[in-house]
């Protein structure tokens, strides 16, 4: 039916890259043509009703904001940190000692 009366897409609820494209287009026919040409834009192709924060890792806007700046990195964090290995204290103190003697010979 959408197809036959030649009508736009369902207005999305949520944004993607593309929504930001769309907005920017409409914004810029406002400005040249006015009112009735961002409506008509918006009538063929409908904004999204609500842009939510990118890259806020899930979380709301407000609380995303008020985490420092050692959390934000950490949730940013895509793959965790390898840990040492288990005897890395004992062989750098080892080689530390072995090059101690090396240095006084």
């Known amino acids: 039916m959408r197809q036959r009366f030649e ?5 999305r609820l949520e944004n993607d890259e593309s929504s930001y494209q769309i907005s920017a287009r409409q914004a810029a026919l406002f400005h040249q043509g006015g009112m009735a040409s961002a409506k008509l834009s918006h009538y063929l192709t409908p904004e999204v009703l609500t842009y939510r924060p990118q890259d806020t890792q899930g979380l709301p806007e ?3 904001l ?3 700046g050692h959390e934000r990195r950490h949730l940013a964090d895509k793959q965790p940190s390898t840990l040492l290995a288990k005897d890395f ?3 750098l103190a080892t080689a530390y000692r072995q090059d101690q003697l090396r240095t006084a010979s």
């Open 7 to 11: 009508l736009a897409e369902p207005q």
């Open 62 to 64: 407000e609380v995303y």
């Open 66 to 68: 008020n985490l420092s």
């Open 89 to 91: 204290y004992h062989r």
